[in-house]
């Protein structure tokens, strides 16, 4: 078991979350797999381990991961939640033509929501950082088209 899974499990028993089999499975699977899931492809790539397990199941255990601050879910353009394992703070790069998404870690930001509020006075509770571009598999399709 990684130590982020551990140290997530750690997190569940000190707010009295009782650690069930699809839960551990759940997270790992978000630990282990940055592809920045729906529930879906969570059920999907758990059915076979977990054939009671619902699709609800895996939406009310995400919705708890992130109450508890886990996990964060992003909504993009296709309007289709997707969650993300949220360890440290980071970016996302998204590809406008596959979808694909790219985790950016970039320290440098640090201070930007400091920044925001000097600026502009906003108490500030939280920020995102979206970048939209062609993936490398997606840039030779789309040169060959030209």
């Not at 619902?54 to 939640?81: C, H, P, W």
């Not at 979808?99 to 502009?120: C, F, H, Q, R, W």
């Amino acid at each position: 078991m990684s130590y982020l899974v551990e140290q997530s499990i750690e997190r569940l028993k000190y707010n009295n979350i009782r650690i069930t089999p699809q839960r551990h499975a759940i997270l790992e699977f978000l630990i282990e797999h940055d592809s920045h899931p729906t529930a879906d492809e969570i059920y999907k790539a758990l059915e076979d381990r977990f054939p009671s397990m619902s699709v609800a199941t895996v939406y009310n255990n995400l919705r708890l991961f992130i109450q508890l601050g886990l996990v964060k879910e992003m909504m993009f353009g296709d309007n289709s939640s997707r969650f993300d394992f949220s360890s440290t703070e980071h970016y996302h790069a998204i590809c406008s033509n596959c979808g694909k998404i790219e985790d950016i870690y970039y320290p440098g930001l640090d201070d930007v929501e400091i920044v925001a509020s000097n600026l502009t006075g906003f108490e500030v509770s939280s920020h995102r950082l979206e970048i939209y571009g062609l993936c490398p598999d997606c840039q030779p399709e789309t040169q060959n088209q030209n």
